[in-house]
């Protein structure tokens, strides 16, 4: 540990020290970027002295790592001083000196000694200063003044990414740095394996720093410790050399078998070698052709879940070997086999372990929502130049994207600039301009993407009309490959998470969160227990996160099937890898463990899935056809559907010998029918194909059950299965004399003869009234006919009569179902799976408002709850109200559908028409 001796506990000028010395470019601070792994080094990790802020009092730090990881400030944002003694070797002397920074957040000043060396912008790429004329043998004092982004940077123009609205800006040397004395070295070194001829070209640029001159470059490349070639090189007059190397008989990389060849690059100087760097790439090319995507000439699709670099203890996106392959292996068993990493840089052993373990990855440079100032705009081609040079000859990397999101602040002619400065140096890979599309967002009128991306946030039920909305055929033919999407927030149990942080809430649940004043999601994680609480939901913690991944699973299988159904499709990127401050739709929880078991999810996240479809209809209505939905899920006893079973498959085809089988089973795994057939000859891979076609009449029941459809391909050892549930419900008997319709403004008139049939009624001059009423608003004789002990279903479906939220059904939120008799004769697993599908509606009750509106309410006992999973304010769908000696139901479900993807029309949504009716009976016989 470096100790400041009191002679030497001086105060720095900081402002000074910032604005007098110029600053030079952001990968190569005041010299070319030299290398050279022969090289004597001096790693200068570990503790160095620290202060930050106003605060004068001189403290430790762990380098490297970002400050707020250490305890200091999370929302100061410098000047952070560090501050090292290092003893140089005598044997240094005449030598070039470089100090090298992996990386640092956002800005730094360096001084050797109390002279001024030059400073650096960037927080993402390495950078190094020539420190030759400034540095001597024995004791040296290495000083650093650093500032992250904030007030004197912002955010916005520093290419910060989206870790800032994840949680906090960090700040600091967070990733390594060393000192080097070089006789030799190398620069501008670049690597790119073209795996179409097996030749690797390399150049670069060497650097002799005393009087002989050099021989040659030998090129050395390796696998499994076998010389594949040797190859030399001749320099050029200026010291710049290039080569290609041919590689016999090179295997090419990809996710099953990541085949990676270590090169090896010297510099030899009167035969003897005098730097040498070693690096590693791998053959690998993925391309668009057509709509297909193919890696490797191969059909792929690429499943992956979405990483912002979010981790509560390291805060910068420095993960240790042993976390990210933890990582990796996770994701893979759960059937993905790419990992976006959106909007930040990782340390570079990320990407190491990325080729070594064979997880694709799509690397997004870290621009979001950026303020192009002047001086951004001249630095963005360097600050891209330097990415591309980090990141460019990792085969694992195969889709990069200048950025996220962008709208009209990021004009064509820098967007055109980075894309083609990114398409240069990328081999073998996709590119995309903007991940999300500039139609989309409103960006500049560009498009260069090698692919269609969109990132389709959306409730269930406007999904697939959502992706016709986007598609247009006459557009050039590319593969879709989503983005980021498929979003589905669970419940976190924070008192698990406190219990294992020794009983204290972890930083990012404190107001030490920077983002608890400008986030409401943060802002209510802070309150949560205190909403839960007082919510007093009836269900604990154990039961929320239950229920809430399994109705997520619910979601994220209907997605991606809906996604693996259409054509073009080559790929997905689900939202996200864990669960941060600010959502909870991980397939990773707080502790890093998965939600889902492998078998559950690889059913429809695999190279083959299978996919259920039925047919399509339509209606002759008000003089014109229309799109008549059948409801995949909810049908009526006796009913003869057509199922049709898709299959996609990028994996290995089949054999002559598959076959394909059938089986619909009830709830206790007895079979009640069945049947298996032959398969023909797979006609493509990678592209979505009927296998089967199943009509039957579906078993007769007299009250509703569900059953289970399963269905599998058996391919030897192989077997590619999937399962969906069905819901059969009786068919319904209507008693007109049980129930009027109340429906001044016609809102009802639409609904379809099977309800409209039954006796609508005027209020005003009935003098006599029926048991139950069907209304649609509230009036002060309805009010009084409930006092009286009359009984009403409210159908709601706007912003009236009682007080709403206009909230998602599926997104963001956690349903919860509450004992009552109206479900006990309807077949639920204490969850919303997708019998409520055609039910989904924009609006539910604002129960804690209800109050006001019928003061005189005696009892509101709820039947469907919504819980916010962000914000955990509490309303509902359908709920009970004892007013006087009456009772109102009132529900704001879509019992006749119709919202987007939907049946429409009480004969078409069988699950809304039988709870309105079991709704109505049980108003009836109360």
């Known amino acids: 540990m470096d100790v400041i001796p009191p002679s030497h506990a001086t105060t720095i000028d900081v402002n000074a020290c910032v604005t007098s010395r110029a600053e030079s470019t952001p990968s190569t601070e005041n010299s070319a970027m030299l290398r050279n792994d022969l090289a004597e080094t001096l790693s200068l990790n570990g503790i160095w002295s620290f202060r930050l802020g106003e605060d004068q009092t001189w403290s430790t730090i762990q380098v490297p790592g970002c400050w707020e990881a250490q305890g200091y400030s999370k929302s100061c944002e410098g000047p952070a001083v560090y501050r090292r003694y290092v003893e140089v070797p005598q044997s240094w002397a005449g030598r070039r000196i470089q100090l090298e920074f992996d990386a640092v957040s956002y800005f730094c000043a360096l001084t050797i000694n109390h002279l001024p060396v030059g400073s650096h912008r960037g927080m993402w790429t390495p950078f190094s200063f020539d420190v030759t004329n400034f540095i001597s043998p024995g004791v040296n004092l290495i000083e650093l003044v650093v500032f992250k982004p904030g007030e004197r940077y912002p955010l916005r123009s520093t290419l910060s990414g989206f870790l800032p609205d994840v949680a906090l800006a960090f700040g600091g040397i967070w990733q390594g740095v060393r000192l080097r004395a070089m006789k030799a070295a190398f620069s501008d070194l670049q690597i790119t394996a073209e795996p179409e001829n097996r030749i690797i070209h390399l150049s670069g640029k060497a650097h002799i720093f005393e009087s002989r001159r050099s021989d040659l470059v030998r090129c050395r490349i390796k696998s499994d410790s076998r010389i594949f070639v040797e190859q030399d090189i001749s320099l050029n007059d200026d010291g710049g050399w290039n080569g290609n190397v041919y590689v016999p008989d090179a295997r090419l990389w990809h996710p099953g078998h990541p085949v990676l060849y270590n090169i090896d690059v010297e510099l030899f100087v009167e035969g003897t070698p005098l730097a040498s760097v070693k690096e590693r790439t791998g053959f690998r090319h993925l391309k668009a052709e057509g709509e297909q995507l193919l890696l490797n000439h191969r059909p792929i699709c690429l499943r992956g879940v979405l990483h912002w670099g979010w981790d509560p203890d390291l805060i910068a996106p420095a993960f240790s070997d042993e976390q990210i392959r933890r990582e990796f292996r996770a994701i893979r068993e759960l059937g993905f086999n790419l990992i976006k990493l959106c909007l930040f840089v990782p340390n570079r052993r990320y990407y190491e372990i990325a080729d070594e373990e064979g997880v694709l990855l799509w690397q997004e440079w870290p621009m979001w929502q950026p303020k192009l100032t002047e001086e951004l705009r001249t630095v963005l081609v360097e600050e891209y130049a330097a990415y591309m040079r980090l990141a460019a000859h990792h085969p694992s990397i195969a889709i990069y994207s200048v950025g996220c999101e962008l709208d009209e602040s990021v004009d064509a002619e820098i967007l055109t600039q980075l894309t083609l400065l990114m398409r240069r140096a990328a081999s073998g890979a996709l590119v995309c301009d903007n991940s999300g599309t500039a139609e989309a967002y409103g960006g500049a009128e560009l498009d ?92 604990t913690p154990e039961e929320l ?54 078998a559950k999810l690889r059913q429809f996240n695999d190279d083959a899935i299978l996919c259920l479809e039925v047919d399509r209809r339509r209606v002759w209505k008000n003089g014109g056809d229309r799109p008549d939905r059948l409801d995949m899920f909810n049908w009526r006893s006796g009913d003869i559907p057509r199922f049709h079973f898709v299959l996609h498959n990028t994996g290995e085809a089949l054999s002559a010998n598959a076959y394909f089988e059938w089986r619909i089973v009830d709830m206790d795994g007895n079979l009640q029918m069945g049947g298996s057939y032959p398969l023909p000859a797979e006609p493509w891979l990678g592209r979505p194909y009927k296998v089967a076609t199943v009509q039957q009449e579906l078993p007769g029941v007299v009250s509703p059950a569900e059953f289970r459809l399963n269905a599998r391909i058996c391919d030897g050892a192989r077997e590619i299965e999937n399962q969906w549930p069905l819901w059969i419900y009786p068919k319904l008997q209507h008693d007109a004399a049980t129930f009027a319709v109340y429906d001044p403004n016609g809102c009802l008139s639409d609904w379809g003869e099977l309800f409209a049939q039954e006796s609508t009624i005027d209020l005003e001059s009935c003098v006599e009234l029926p048991s139950v009423l069907v209304v649609t608003t509230l009036t002060l004789r309805l009010l009084e006919y409930l006092r009286a002990g009359g009984k009403v279903l409210l159908i709601q479906q706007g912003c009236n009569p009682l007080p709403v939220r206009q909230v998602p059904f599926w997104r963001e939120s956690i349903k919860l179902l509450y004992p009552h008799p109206i479900w006990s004769r309807f077949p639920h697993r204490g969850f919303t799976d997708l019998q409520f599908f055609g039910l989904a509606t924009d609006f539910a009750f604002d129960t ?44 704001t479900l879509r019992f006749q559908g119709g919202a987007g993807a939907q049946p429409s029309g009480l004969r078409r949504n069988v699950v809304g028409h039988y709870l309105l009716c079991e709704t109505i009976r049980y108003l009836a016989e109360g």
């Open 448 to 539: 260069l993407a090698d692919f269609y991306d969109y990132h389709t946030y959306t409730d269930l039920h406007f999904f697939e009309p959502m992706l016709d909305h986007w598609r247009r055929d006459w557009r050039t033919p590319r593969p879709w490959i989503f983005g980021e999407f498929n979003d589905s927030d669970n419940y976190r149990d924070l008192n698990a998470i406190i219990a294992a942080n020794e009983g204290k809430r972890p930083w990012w649940i404190t107001k030490e969160n920077p983002l608890h004043t400008s986030r409401p999601q943060v802002a209510a994680l802070l309150a949560q227990l205190q909403r839960i609480e007082d919510a007093d939901l009836g269900f």
């Open 545 to 598: 996160t239950t229920l809430s991944r399994a109705q997520s699973l619910t979601v994220i299988k209907y997605i991606l099937e809906a996604v693996r159904r259409r054509s073009g499709v080559g790929g997905y990127v689900v939202t996200g890898i864990r669960d941060t401050p600010i959502n909870t739709s991980g397939v990773l929880d707080d502790f890093g463990n998965t939600k889902w078991s492998a």
């Open 848 to 891: 804690s408002r209800i109050k006001e509106f019928l003061r005189d309410l005696h009892l509101a006992r709820p039947l469907l709850r919504r819980l916010d999973a962000r914000e955990f304010h509490v309303t509902d769908y359908m709920i009970e109200i004892h007013i006087g000696r009456g009772r109102l139901v009132a529900s």
